[in-house]
């Protein structure tokens, strides 16, 4: 799979989350993968595919609309594609949400393997679980 095309699963997969779409994100990975969250949080550690679909699915409920994901810069090599992301939704609970986050995406075979995510998880914790 050349670098383009692992640039265009990664941002077909948040796309897949903004739209809290969990069979499409889950249709991009292996039936083994794993998303690492760090920090704390309730949702910190490591999640398998039903783990994924929660927190897809998680979020839907916690805003009003969806989460929006843009993509701030996208950096490639060999099996693994970093992006930097910025998060933004209106909150069920009246807050807004927005966040930084570092996603390192790692791939096998054409489809994603490995996720680790990195955020600031005190913002998180405060405003989504505070």
Do not use: C
């Not at 998303?35 to 009003?64: C, E, F, Y």
């Amino acid at each position: 799979m050349s670098i383009k095309e692992t640039k265009a699963v990664v941002t077909a997969v948040l796309a897949a989350f903004e739209a809290g779409n969990a069979d499409a994100a889950l249709a991009m990975m292996t039936d083994d993968a794993t998303w690492w969250v760090a920090g704390d949080l309730p949702i910190s550690g490591d999640h398998d595919a039903q783990g994924i679909r929660n927190m897809i699915n998680g979020l839907s409920k916690v805003t009003v609309g969806s989460v929006k994901f843009a993509p701030v810069g996208i950096i490639a090599e060999d099996n693994r594609v970093s992006v930097e992301v910025e998060s933004d939704a209106d909150l069920e609970n009246g807050k807004h949400y927005s966040n930084k986050y570092n996603l390192v995406f790692e791939f096998d075979g054409g489809r994603i393997a490995r996720v680790r995510e990195y955020t600031d998880t005190k913002k998180a914790h405060d405003i989504l679980f505070g």
